[in-house]
């Protein structure tokens, strides 16, 4: 966030957010929510309908997340017995010194299909050697350009993920690899906006965080807080991009203010279901 924006938000704020209403952002912040999606993937095969998949991204430990709220996430995140668990970046926040701590607590993540994630911009600013490092030592499994099969008897899936957009050089062919047309893939891209000109239909969900869902919603003004060059529509939830359906989780953490204003932090617990038509 820039000057210009920060004073514009802060002026603003000052006219028609009260005290209350701020000490209400600090309190949002820490109030972690389920957000239940019944999400379909084309070519979803038998073996996987119904698969529990928890997306936890943009973490943020930092001067605004402390790791007991990490520590929360983690354990909200075994009490929901996910399948798969899913990193979608961004684990530290303006400093090195929040990276190694992070992931010692995201450590106590485990599912029956492993724990899976992908870079942040703030992954690459911040310190990208201690992210990698980080996340070998918690059993993150590392998922920049490439993908894996997952199996289920006969059946599979294929999960990849890509760098980051802004700061990476995202391979999308590269993570989904071998699969068909007639495959089931779900790719990870921090940044949603990789999906605007996603144009390999083998792709049938992108999940992505990156935006925090605006952070801060004030009813009735334009949001200048969504890091996205398509305005609101990556925002939040479930969207139809050129060739595949994204979900953009709202995040965990904080960026720019250390508030949050009708946009709570989001742990995504999505199941796979076999399209309908």
């Known amino acids: 966030m820039n000057r210009r924006t920060f004073l514009k938000i802060t002026a603003a704020s000052a006219v028609v957010v ?3 209403t701020v000490g209400y952002g600090f309190a ?3 109030s972690l929510r389920v957000e239940r999606v019944n999400q379909p993937l084309p070519n979803l095969p038998p073996a996987f309908d119904g698969l529990r998949v928890a997306f936890l991204t943009d973490i943020h430990h930092g001067p ?3 790791l007991e709220f990490v520590a929360q996430i983690v354990r909200t995140t075994l009490s929901l017995q996910p399948d798969l668990i899913l990193l979608g970046g961004d684990y530290g926040l303006r400093e090195r010194k929040y990276i190694t701590p992070c992931f010692e607590v ?6 029956p299909l492993g724990v899976f ?3 942040g911009n703030h992954d690459h600013w911040h310190g990208l050697d201690e992210t990698r490092a980080g996340m070998r030592r918690a059993g993150v499994e590392e998922l920049t350009d490439r993908g ?3 199996s289920r008897g006969a059946d599979r899936l294929r999960l990849g993920g890509v760098d980051d957009l802004w700061c990476g050089k995202p391979d999308v062919a590269a993570a989904v690899g071998d699969a068909t047309r007639e495959d089931a893939v779900v790719l990870l891209s921090h940044n949603p906006d990789l999906a ?3 144009t390999d239909r083998r792709v049938g969900l992108v999940l992505s965080g990156h935006t925090h ?3 801060v919603i004030v009813p009735g003004m334009t949001n200048p807080f969504i890091p996205s060059r398509y305005g609101d529509k990556y925002s939040h939830g479930r969207v139809e991009a050129p060739a595949a359906t994204v979900y953009v989780s709202r995040g965990l953490g904080l960026t720019g203010l250390p508030v949050r204003y009708n946009c709570p932090p989001e742990l995504s617990l999505l199941t796979l279901t076999a399209p309908t038509t």
């Open 196 to 198: 605007e000109t996603l």
């Open 148 to 150: 894996v099969w997952l």
């Open 18 to 20: 009260p005290t209350a």
């Open 28 to 30: 949002e912040a820490e």
């Open 64 to 66: 605004y997340t402390e």
């Open 106 to 111: 995201l450590r106590g993540l485990s599912a």
């Open 117 to 119: 994630g992908v870079l």
């Open 213 to 215: 869902g605006g952070q």
